[in-house]
């Protein structure tokens, strides 16, 4: 068995060693040729998962240790054949963790988190925590996800989480089509709603905003901060966003070293499942750890997010803004989340 790994799933060498042939390679270099015998693909974001990459491949099983599957053509390899998993809310606490880090950094030095509306759009495995985490910080919490909540009270249309917030933050994953797209959910019109001069923070998908239009907002003073850590086309960022920017971050939100643990443990289990006809398993990723706590203080949120916002804006208008972003992603020292 072949089994091609993106060497930067972390955790994940030591499970594999006895099942067979692997290969460890930075997900751009996860090409066709390189997939045309194998048997087995752990990958993340950065491998474009489709026919140009799997035709004629004999791959059966692609794990990705990611929430999100946008990098892979769920109808191409349902169509032929292969197993897909990812890894639903592994991150979690980490991307609530950087959330939680930017409202106190950038709203909390003259209010108190107390006297704070926040407004959350999506309420699926991150929103939701952001939603606990908040309450237990005595912020007053709006939510909005349609799919989830539909007509029912505990749904908050948008129109009111623009006129109502002091800090908007969105946690949906990235679609075009349906009955309720989010690309570039945070546009013009949404924007002219606001009235409250928010923090607006972007941990979900570039996508899901509309860069122009932020520009535009915070140029006129629509929005009086922007946290931005996953962006339109990275690591081909916008600079002048980059710029404008109180905290800008290279897509490391949920890059916690317990999220990592439970992403590798998830595509394991996966992986597991997959081949249990065939005898064989990885080894299993024995790392305990602590319960993901119900609620925060704010002496909990010791995540320095602007050291990690500086290491990202020193390389603005560079020529190598982009292997930048890709490096600072790649090497990040995983932090802890509250309560590890």
């Known amino acids: 068995m072949k089994i091609v790994i993106d060497k930067n799933i972390p955790f994940i060498q030591a499970p594999l060693e006895n099942l067979g042939e692997t290969i460890y390679l930075k997900g751009d270099a996860i090409t066709s040729e390189v997939m045309h015998d194998a048997d087995i693909l752990l990958t993340r974001t950065r491998t474009k998962c489709d026919k140009a990459l799997l035709d004629g491949s004999r791959c059966s ?12 053509d769920l109808a191409y390899c349902h169509d032929n054949g292969i197993t897909v998993a990812n890894a639903p809310g592994c991150n979690a606490p980490g991307v609530a ?27 699926g495995n991150v929103g939701s925590l952001v939603k606990q985490w908040g309450e237990s910080l005595g912020m007053r919490v709006l939510v909005n996800d349609p799919p989830k909540y539909g007509s029912s009270p505990l749904n908050t249309p948008l129109d009111v989480i623009a006129n109502q917030c002091d800090v908007i933050t969105v946690h949906t994953p990235l679609t075009r089509d349906g009955e309720h797209p989010t ?7 949404f924007l002219s709603k606001v009235t409250r001069r928010p923090l607006l923070i972007n941990s979900a998908r570039g996508g899901v905003i509309d860069t122009v239009a932020v520009k535009r907002a915070l140029d006129n003073g629509t929005l009086s901060a922007v946290a931005i ?3 339109e086309g990275e690591p081909e960022i916008d600079s002048e966003l980059l710029d404008m920017a109180v905290i800008a971050t290279p897509h490391i939100a949920g890059y916690s070293y317990e999220g990592k643990v439970r992403a590798t443990k998830m595509v394991l289990d996966a992986l597991t499942a997959h081949l249990s006809g065939k005898g064989i398993a990885p080894a299993p990723l024995d790392i305990p750890l602590n319960p993901v706590p119900s609620g925060i203080t704010p002496a909990m949120i010791g995540y320095d997010i602007i050291a990690d916002s500086r290491s990202l804006k020193e390389a603005s208008h560079t020529p190598t803004l982009a292997d930048t972003f890709e490096s600072l992603r790649n090497n990040y020292l995983f932090r802890h989340e509250p309560g590890q």
Request: with cysteine; net charge negative.
């Open 61 to 72: 099983f692609i794990g990705t240790a990611t929430i999100g599957t946008d990098h892979i």
């Open 97 to 123: 963790q950087y959330v939680m880090a930017a409202v106190k950094a950038v709203m909390t030095t003259t209010r108190p988190f107390s006297d704070l509306t926040i407004g959350v759009i999506g309420a």
């Open 183 to 189: 690309y570039h959910l945070i546009n013009q019109e």
């Open 229 to 231: 850590d996953c962006w």
